[in-house]
């Protein structure tokens, strides 16, 4: 029977230092870096800080981007503010600070907040700021995925180890 390495109880603490298991958007672990002030915070993936297993990047901030800020899309190639605004070079700042710390750090994996311009991974918004989304991927996780770290959406994170380690994901924590 196929045995699954429990990312809960893994001995992170026993890597070279320096090194993170997972790259992971910070909002996810309850920093409030969000457009509007808030954070996307997700128990499991919280826990798995706790560990010393995470490296928290949020590649908008890192662009220098305030909080809170306008909303942003992605439409093609490009960044869009609410406002019109085109933001795609401050994102692109963001991401590849953001990129150089995941390599920096050898995070063989990344958790990322879904549908966000930044981070999301297989679905994003779709640049007309009317809630609806199309298939793509934010311009941070494309950049992780053309430098060789795969990438997974909370959501994704949460499904799989929800089935495999319940104990550990208990959504309403
Ligand atoms: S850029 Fe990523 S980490 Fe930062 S707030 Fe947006 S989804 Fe979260």
Redesign the pocket.
């Given at each position: 029977m196929t045995k699954f390495l429990n990312p809960f109880q893994a001995d992170w603490a026993g890597m070279h230092s320096g090194n993170c298991a997972f790259a992971v958007?910070?909002?996810?672990l309850g920093i409030a870096?969000?457009?509007d002030g808030r954070s996307?915070f997700c128990g499991p993936i919280a826990e798995l800080l706790k560990k010393g297993a995470v490296l928290p990047?949020?590649?908008?901030?890192f662009g220098g981007f305030p909080v809170p800020r306008l909303p942003c899309e992605r439409k093609g190639d490009e960044v869009y503010r609410r406002d019109g605004y085109r933001v795609t070079d401050a994102f692109q700042k963001g991401v590849a600070r953001a990129l150089s710390l995941v390599l920096a750090s050898h995070a063989s994996i990344a958790i990322?907040?879904s549908k966000?311009p930044?981070?999301g991974f297989g679905t994003i918004y779709d640049g007309s700021f009317t809630g609806h989304l199309c298939r793509g991927h934010g311009l941070?996780a494309e950049a992780l995925i053309a430098n060789g770290i795969p990438v997974m959406s909370e959501q994704v994170f949460i499904r799989i180890c929800g089935k495999i380690f319940p104990e550990h994901c208990d959504s309403s924590r």
């Open positions: 958007s910070a909002c996810l870096c969000r457009y996307n990047v949020c590649p908008e901030t990322l907040k966000s930044s981070c941070f």
